[in-house]
Every structure is written in C-alpha cells, then in structure tokens.
C-alpha cells in the first residue's frame, strides 16, 4: 500500500504471511513444539517490528529528499525569480518617470 503525506506518495510495507501454525503432531515433544511455536509467535512480532521500520526508514528518506528540492525550489525563486521581478519593476517605473519628464 502506500500513504500520502502532503501530496507524496510513501510505500508502506507489510510483512508477507507464509504458513501458519506447527502442526499438531509436534506440539507433544516434551514442550519442544511449544517451545518452537512460541520462538515462532517471538519471531513474527520482531518481524513486524523490522517491516514497520523500514516503512518508517523509507518514508523519512522520501520526505528528505522532498524536503531538499523544495529548498532548493524556494532558494531559486528568493535569490533568481524575485529578483528579477524586482528588477524589471524598478526597469518599468524608471521608463515611466522618463516619460512623464517627456
């Protein structure tokens, strides 16, 4: 799946459910098979944990990459596009004052 984030898309990952539980026949050996299932039901929590991390990981790196060409957006258009603005403004009134001396 994936979530929007003020207009980015982010990947969201989920753990991939192969097999399920031990089978009966197992669980008589002495606790060994409770042992396993419980090791396995330990195992799948820190999985989710891992899957939901690199959810995290992955969605902080995307929005930093975001983040930096969006600066990179508002420094070009502080430092280029206003100024230019500006000084074609300054450019239009000088020729107005100019005409008006006329």
Known sequence: GEDNV????LPVFKRFNEGGNIPQELHGLGNGGQEVQKSREKFVTALDSLVALASLQTAFVTLDEVIKITNRR?????????????????????????????
């Open 6 to 9: 003020a207009g980015v898309l």
């Open 74 to 102: 508002v420094n070009a258009i502080e430092h280029v596009v206003i100024p230019r603005i500006e000084n074609t403004i300054a450019y239009v009134k000088s020729e107005l004052d100019e005409r008006e001396r006329e």
